[in-house]
């Protein structure tokens, strides 16, 4: 098969693109912009196959767009691209309506018209799937599990510019006939993790020595799944999953922020310990993020009975992995903190 990845030099884009040239036959075209966001050094791994190539280009740029499908010729589009952090998208969401909702109609239009130009038999083959997150439900009580059919209730500006974007893909099956394949995945961790995102900001600033700054009062539920077996369920997925179909995505390891931060510290005591004192020493509590969301959890039971797909990392055994990868890899997220620092001194970022 041929897969164009959309923001393949992302956090999951990437470890999708290193599972699918080490352990598939694929063919894999990057097509990412590069923002702030995207590490090409991710892709360092996969960089010397010949089954594997990159394009800088923007998913709003409906020519590049067509271009890369013309001259790739995928069987699959797996659209990651978006803009994906919350807090982000509270202090600008600009960019998330662009690139999260504009971009995916693009795409959408460019391959409809690609696919619209296939034979027969690349016609059938067709999968157009876009990757989407459990943020799009809203946020659960103490009890309950977000299903297929939960009714969307996007509560930061994040979200709805995610539920946009699977409101847009689901028309043009429906419509248009496109074969489209829908996957609402909890929060990912793992090795490669940007590092605003909660588990590597805590380990590189635990390992800095700065103060760990906790959300409210840390008690937000968060339901974490290794990004390797996300990578595994969306190749799952597009080979075998049906056009039309959602298949909701999680790790069933529900964890309060606070646990996940006292678990991280444990691990770096037993590691790499202090001259003095604990690493949970460091914990804050700091002004909570406006409009926080309580808790996600996933029902993740059709993709299993349907695809037989489960996650195979625990959280316990995953969170070791990626502490250990952050302290054997301080040369990729320290690359990445010096490269954020120039730009804020340029007044860029
Ligand atoms: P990320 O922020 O690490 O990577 C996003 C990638 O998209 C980057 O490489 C960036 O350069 C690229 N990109 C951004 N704007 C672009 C544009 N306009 N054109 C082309 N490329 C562009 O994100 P991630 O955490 O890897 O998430 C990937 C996808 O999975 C997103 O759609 C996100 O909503 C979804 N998702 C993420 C999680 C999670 O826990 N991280 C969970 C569920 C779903
Ligand atoms: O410094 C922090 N302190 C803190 O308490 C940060 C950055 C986060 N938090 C809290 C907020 C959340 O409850 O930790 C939790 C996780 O935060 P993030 O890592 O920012 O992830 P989240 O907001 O849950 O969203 C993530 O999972 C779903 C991804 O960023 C999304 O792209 C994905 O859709």
Redesign the pocket.
């Known amino acids: 098969m041929r897969i164009l990845v959309?923001?393949?030099?992302?956090?999951?884009?990437?470890?999708l693109v290193r599972r699918l040239i080490a352990h598939t036959d694929h063919e894999v075209l990057v097509?990412?912009?590069?923002?702030?966001?995207?590490?090409l050094s991710s892709l360092e791994p996969v960089a010397s196959s010949n089954r594997y190539s990159f394009v800088q280009?923007?998913?709003?740029?409906a020519e590049a767009v067509a271009k890369a499908l013309r001259e790739f010729k995928p069987d699959v589009v797996a659209?990651?691209?978006?803009?994906?952090?919350v807090d982000r998208s509270i202090d600008g969401p600009g960019?998330f309506i662009?690139?999260?909702m504009v971009?995916t109609f693009v795409m959408l239009n460019q391959a409809l018209g690609y696919w619209r130009g296939l034979d027969e038999a690349a016609k059938a083959r067709f999968r157009f799937h876009h990757?989407?997150?459990?943020?799009v439900f809203g946020s659960l009580g103490e009890e309950g599990f977000f299903t297929e059919t939960t009714p969307y209730d996007p509560r930061s500006p994040?979200s709805a510019s995610?539920a946009g974007s699977d409101h847009l893909v689901r028309a043009w099956g429906h419509t248009y006939g496109l074969p489209v394949l829908v996957?609402?995945?909890?929060?990912?961790?793992g090795p490669y993790?940007?590092p605003e995102?909660l588990i590597p900001l805590i380990i590189i600033r635990a390992l800095n020595g700065e103060p760990l700054p906790v959300y409210g009062d840390g008690s937000n539920v968060r339901d974490w799944?290794f990004?390797d077996d996300?990578a595994r369920a969306l190749q799952a997925v597009f080979e075998t999953g049906t056009p039309g179909e959602t298949y909701n995505?999680g790790g069933n390891a529900e964890r309060k922020n606070i646990e996940v931060v006292t678990a991280i510290c444990s691990i770096l005591d037993r590691l790499r310990p202090k001259a003095e004192g604990k690493y949970a020493d460091q914990i804050t509590y700091v002004t909570d993020r406006p409009g926080h969301d309580h808790r996600y959890a996933i029902d993740a039971s059709k993709i299993r009975a349907d695809l037989g797909w489960t996650p195979s990392v625990t959280f316990e055994e995953g969170i070791e992995r990626t502490v250990v990868w952050y302290l054997e890899n301080q040369a990729w997220w320290q690359a990445i903190l010096d490269a954020r620092y120039a730009t804020q001194r340029l007044g860029v970022a």
């Open positions: 959309t923001g393949g030099a992302g956090f999951i884009g990437s470890a097509y990412d912009k590069l923002t702030y966001a995207g590490v280009a923007d998913v709003c740029d659209h990651l691209a978006a803009e994906s952090h960019e662009q690139t999260n971009g990757i989407s997150t459990d943020e994040y995610k996957t609402n995945c909890s929060n990912n961790y993790h940007f995102k799944l990004v996300h995505v």
